[in-house]
């Protein structure tokens, strides 16, 4: 009988179906489209099955009318609300940061050809190719859309151009500043010996990683700064963003990055390109 209804129900709404329901049915979709691609490679989306699993035991029950099963389930669900809201914090958090970041709200002071940017690009490759081939471990931060003046609030202020001689200063081992990172804001290193919050997904991360690549892999799973990272153990260098490590990058790597950053003509590709060839070190 239930199943009668069932089919009933759905003939009376395709006789009744307007324009207006299928705008709906297509916002609907592009939203969990989005939504699928957001959270396929972060820890979300066992959580997003668990849920459609339980949605689909919810339905079945009522469609069959078991009772006690169909009344413990929605009495879940009517929380449902409050469940989400907790369980994914960190990636609601990050989700609304993205639609921030929309291009209507964009105001980078980035993203324009231009000499200064160009000697950006050559003073931070020079300094960290330098501090790569002696070995000494860095930690650089360059801000973007989402503003990090509660990272830069745990440092010391520095207010100083880019240059290499001053960021190969500030990492020098055994001085003031050395430990901690260096953030950048456009041209300015702004604040150095920053705290950054660790990522706290441990089984992720190689085990032959230290602070400085959790640290890097925290601040960017939580903004959309690029985190540039040398290896005092290996001079390897890295860079985190979204949540992701890229390490092993090279000379013409780093350029392509820095140059992604700061200019017009490079800031959609190279990017998106290095976070797809993970280092088959990374996954062991």
């Known amino acids: 009988m239930a199943f009668d209804v069932f089919l009933k129900t759905i003939g009376t709404g395709i006789t009744q179906f307007r324009v207006a329901d299928a705008i709906d049915i297509i916002i609907i979709a592009v939203l969990l489209y989005h939504l699928i691609v957001f959270t396929r ?23 069959f009318q078991i009772s006690t099963l169909n009344w413990l389930l929605n009495s879940i669900l009517v929380s449902g609300l409050i469940v989400v809201v907790v369980l994914f914090q960190p990636e609601i958090r990050r989700v609304l940061e993205r639609i921030g970041r929309g291009r209507i709200f964009e105001l980078s002071l980035l993203g324009f050809d231009s000499p ?36 830069i609030g745990t440092g010391t202020r520095i207010d100083g ?9 500030i990492f020098e081992p055994n001085t003031p500043l050395h430990d901690g990172a260096v953030i950048i804001r456009g041209g300015m290193i702004v604040s150095a010996a920053c705290f950054l919050p660790l990522f706290d997904d441990n089984r992720s991360v190689a085990r032959e990683l230290g602070t400085r690549h959790r640290a890097a892999l925290g601040i960017s799973s939580v903004s959309d700064s690029i985190t540039i990272i040398v290896s005092e153990e290996t001079g390897v260098i890295s860079f985190a963003r979204d949540g992701k490590l890229v390490r092993y990058v090279d000379e013409k790597a780093l350029h392509n990055l820095l140059e992604s950053i700061y200019t017009v003509d ?17 996954k062991k």
């Open 41 to 63: 490679e972060t820890r979300a989306i066992q959580l997003v099955k668990g849920l459609a699993i339980l949605l689909a035991v919810a339905f079945l029950s009522d469609l």
């Open 116 to 151: 200064e940017n160009l000697q950006i690009i050559n003073e931070m490759q020079q300094a960290i190719q330098n501090l790569a081939r002696r070995r000494v471990g860095a930690l650089i931060v360059i801000e973007q859309k989402t503003g990090l003046g509660e990272v």
């Open 161 to 169: 151009l880019v240059s290499a001689p001053l960021l190969e200063n």
């Open 266 to 282: 490079k800031k959609k590709n190279t990017i998106q390109q290095h976070l797809k060839l993970r280092s088959k070190h990374e």
